[in-house]
């Protein structure tokens, strides 16, 4: 076959029965909308209630926002694939999607040790915490983050476009990912996947690292706190976080730990319809439905719209 620097692909989608297709239409279409729906709401409610502008807040909108742009990178294109049978999309395309999809993925990654910082920070140095956690500072992890998984997904880009790929070549996947299509290369991309697994570790690893050392003083703080009620109030404010962690890094690592042109199997595709389309929808309903201060914000929120009706 030959072998082009800007071939046309085709993406395989999850299905290529007409039922199933139908059925996948119906039930992704769904959460996609639920998703944008929850983290709009979230927004909202962190953006408009006064109460809620605090650092922990903050890093929650940010991750809101994330998960908005996450999910959209990816679940457009499957949703057409589904309704239309078409996965046709072009080389730029592709990498215009793999570039953003790292971006917010990578986001991800970071704002969660963000937030763990935020709660250790809260936890074991209480008194300092309004002088550690300044607006100026948050701000800057912000900004630091997005810069970082800019430069990180634009390395993952530009060394893809410099491979060589075969003609007219299917992707068996729902979207551009690495692995997949450094799997199609017809050049040696034995060097571009050691460098992508350790840029992969440098965002993946290292802020899980950094997430597991904030909770192991956290937990440390916590065990001496006298009072049962006082523990209990402290975890509290760390569940919502704990579960996300969880949920984010544990599909993320069954996709990923792994030589990238090595990952090709259907339950990798299903894992990786946890990690772009389901997690993101239920940060959302994690974070309202297990605090206290965002039902409220929530609850004057939809009662204000329901009175304008």
């Avoid at 530009?158 to 551009?176: A, D, R, V």
């Amino acid at each position: 076959m030959n072998c082009s620097k800007a071939p046309d692909f085709v993406l395989l989608g999850l299905s290529n029965d007409p039922e199933q297709r139908q059925f996948f239409f119906g039930v992704f279409l769904a959460i996609y909308l639920l998703g944008l729906l929850g983290n709009l709401l979230l927004l909202l409610a962190i953006g408009t209630d006064i109460h809620l502008h605090t650092p922990m807040y903050f890093f929650l909108g940010q991750l809101s926002l994330v998960d908005l742009c996450f999910t959209s990178t990816t679940a457009p294109k499957m949703l057409e694939t589904l309704w239309t049978s078409n996965g046709s999309i072009s080389f730029f395309g592709c990498l215009a999607q793999l570039y953003f999809f790292a971006v917010f993925a990578d986001m991800d990654s970071l704002l969660l040790t963000a937030m763990a910082i935020d709660r250790y920070a809260a936890i074991c140095h209480p008194l300092r915490y309004p002088l550690l956690m300044t607006p100026c500072r948050c701000g800057l992890l912000v900004v630091g983050s997005w810069g970082m998984a800019h430069s990180i997904s634009l390395v993952h880009t530009l060394l893809l476009s410099q491979l060589s790929f075969y003609m007219n070549q299917e992707i068996p996947h729902f979207f551009c990912d690495l692995g997949p299509l450094l799997g199609l290369s017809c050049s040696d991309a034995h060097l571009n996947e050691e460098l992508v697994m350790a840029l992969t570790g440098l965002l993946g690893i290292c802020p899980l690292l950094c997430i597991i050392s904030s909770y192991a003083y956290i937990f440390h703080a916590v065990a001496r706190v006298p009072s049962a009620k006082g523990k209990k109030k402290a975890l509290a404010t760390c569940s919502s976080h704990l579960s996300t962690v969880i949920l984010f890094y544990s599909t993320v690592f069954a996709a990923y730990l792994k030589p990238p042109s090595k990952s090709h199997s259907s339950g990798e595709v299903v894992t990786a319809v946890m990690y772009t389309l389901v997690t993101p929808t239920i940060n959302p309903f994690i974070y309202s439905l297990r605090n206290k201060d965002v039902r409220s914000s929530l609850k004057r929120i939809l009662g204000m719209e329901s009175s304008q009706d």
